[in-house]
């Protein structure tokens, strides 16, 4: 007897990382792969990537579904909807310690650059977890500290 295909676990670990962050007093952040199915606003996509604030501060009516990721956030006072396909999750972490987790995404191109036929992919951008962003809006990332351990820059932890 065949069984029926299992959902993804990936709504679920999204869930419990958000959990897990405001449970203990973190931000919860997710990188997201851009293309034509989200919607986020388009002048703070760099390399078809953005970083959100999902926390309960930065946003309003947050609904982590098992196929979107819905919330309402204000981008320089203006409210704005967001709508994200959990599958263009790249990952959510605490923005406090980056703890969290990074997940396969399939990266295939908006139709703006699917006529290039060999793009590079698209990398994971940096963010400055240091500045807090009340109203949920992207801060440039600045050069590292090179007196800071670590050097200065914010990376994901592998927990196993």
């Not at 065949?2 to 990936?10: D, G, L, N």
């Not at 959990?19 to 606003?41: K, S």
């Not at 809006?137 to 351990?149: A, K, L």
Request: aromatic share 8%; proline share 12%.
């Amino acid at each position: 007897m065949e069984q029926p295909p299992s959902t993804s676990t990936k709504p679920y670990m999204l869930r419990a990382i958000y959990e897990w962050c405001t449970d203990n007093g973190f931000t919860p952040y997710i990188a997201v792969f851009v293309d034509t199915r989200t919607q986020v606003l388009p002048e703070y996509v760099k390399n078809n990537e953005i970083v959100l604030n999902i926390s309960f501060e930065a946003t309003s009516e947050l609904s982590m579904g098992n196929d979107w990721v819905s919330f309402r956030a204000r981008f320089g006072g203006v409210p704005r909807k967001i709508d994200v396909p959990v599958d263009n999750v790249l990952a959510i972490y605490a923005r406090e310690n980056g703890q969290g987790m990074a997940f396969p995404v399939e990266r295939a191109l908006p139709v703006t650059q699917a006529r290039t036929e060999h793009a590079p992919p698209p990398k994971l951008a940096a963010i400055d977890t240091e500045a807090a962003d009340k109203d949920a809006q992207p801060t440039p990332t600045p050069d590292p500290d090179p007196n800071r351990p670590g050097g200065g820059r914010p990376s994901l932890k592998v927990v196993k």
